[in-house]
């Protein structure tokens, strides 16, 4: 078997990695206040539906990434910048292949009364989407800047204002989003252990056919100690999405929900559950409203050595208009659940192993819809 240009090299930077004495940074600066960190992956495995339909392509796949992380902590506002490439090859589907680049910059305000990050980031992304039922490519920008600020001793507020874009290079299949979204949160300290906070987002999505969407949504929820050994943050709320320049006439409203809640039964094992339910766009312009629950149980067994077992079900509902199989027809219904599990183990404090199976299980009233996916991969993932 001949290996993808790219994947002798990382073989040899995990070596290497194996064989090499601790370090806590490839790099330090400046009396330990800036840090330089590096990150190589290799991965192997085998996919049985890349496209994520009913035809069922397969195809083993090498892929991997090497990323550099500069860090600067120092004086009151810090410095987190990433610039890393990741990249593909299937065994026997060449057009998939890929080279991906992402670029990632944060400037944290952890000082002071108010406290803060703005963040930007651009990335190419090749993958496979359950909604379109094929694979995209777009490139992706995203903005965001996110506040603290405490008002009393029991109450704060936080928020953020964010920006989006998705370019797709398939413009005759894909439609171009622009996403503009606000947040603001006002927390009431309830206990040393328990905060109770309500809050308020609105979203608006510009597609590039000139049809776009506001959505709201209102809710309440508590972080912290939330029932008995669970701690975590939990929200429910009630949530309208309102189309504009579509065929789709009135307004969608459901409820909204979203958190997890982690039980550390002891000090090696602990088990997460995680809920989701929230409006979206897909990559061709279309309203769903998408719900998720999921477990994660994760066991340590030793310092080197753990694994995770995870169980999670959903549904995309397709709505409006647009979301009809067919005119005059059913609206489109994906109900899904998958399987994971994996195995990690830490060779040194540079280098780890890991080995992991997944299924996913669609099923759809449309029949190009409804489809089984299989995936195992080995990784190794090397630090410094």
Do not use: C
Not at 183 to 204: A, G, K, N, P
Request: charged fraction near 15%.
């Amino acid at each position: 078997m001949k290996l993808p240009p790219r994947l002798p090299t990382a073989i040899a930077v995990a070596a290497i990695a194996i064989s090499t004495p601790a370090l806590h940074a490839l790099v330090s600066l400046e009396d330990g206040k800036d840090h330089l960190y590096v990150d190589a992956t290799v991965e192997m495995g085998y996919d049985s539906n890349l496209f994520a339909n009913s035809n069922r392509t397969g195809s083993m796949v090498y892929q991997g990434s090497l990323s550099t992380e500069f860090v600067r902590h120092a004086g009151w506002i810090g410095v987190n910048g990433t610039i890393s490439l990741g990249y593909a090859r299937y065994g026997s589907l060449k057009g998939q292949n890929y080279q991906d680049p992402k670029y990632t910059v944060e400037l944290t305000k952890q000082t002071g009364r108010t406290t803060g990050s703005l963040t930007a980031s651009i990335q190419r992304e090749h993958r496979e989407d359950v909604t379109v039922n094929t694979r995209d490519v777009s490139w992706n920008y995203d903005a965001a800047l996110n506040f603290q600020y405490p008002v009393i001793e029991r109450y704060s507020f936080s928020g953020s204002l964010g920006y989006s874009h998705i370019d797709y290079q398939d413009k005759a299949l894909f439609t171009n989003l622009s996403t503009y979204s606000g947040s603001l949160y006002l927390y009431y300290v309830l206990s040393e252990q328990r905060d109770f906070f309500v809050s308020y987002r609105t979203m608006y999505s510009d597609e590039a056919t000139g049809a776009y969407d506001i959505d709201k949504d209102l809710s309440a929820g508590i972080s912290g100690k939330i029932y008995g050994p669970f701690n975590g943050s939990v929200q429910f709320g009630y949530q309208t999405r309102k189309p504009y320049g579509t065929v789709d006439k009135g307004t969608f409203n459901d409820v909204s929900a979203n958190g997890t809640a982690t039980w550390n039964m002891d000090r090696r094992k602990s088990i997460t559950a995680s809920l989701s339910r929230s409006f979206a766009t897909t990559a061709t312009a279309q309203s769903v409203e998408f719900t998720k629950a999921g477990l994660l149980f994760q066991d340590s067994f030793t310092s080197r050595a753990s694994a995770t077992v995870s169980v999670d079900v959903g549904q995309n509902k397709f709505l409006g208009l647009e979301g009809l199989i067919r005119p005059g027809g059913p609206a489109r219904v994906d109900s899904f659940y998958s399987l994971n599990a994996s195995y990690f183990y830490t060779l040194n404090p540079h280098v780890k192993f890991s080995i992991s199976y997944a299924y996913y299980q669609s099923y759809s009233n449309l029949a190009y819809a409804e489809f089984p996916r299989h995936q195992v991969n080995m990784s190794l993932l090397s630090h410094w």
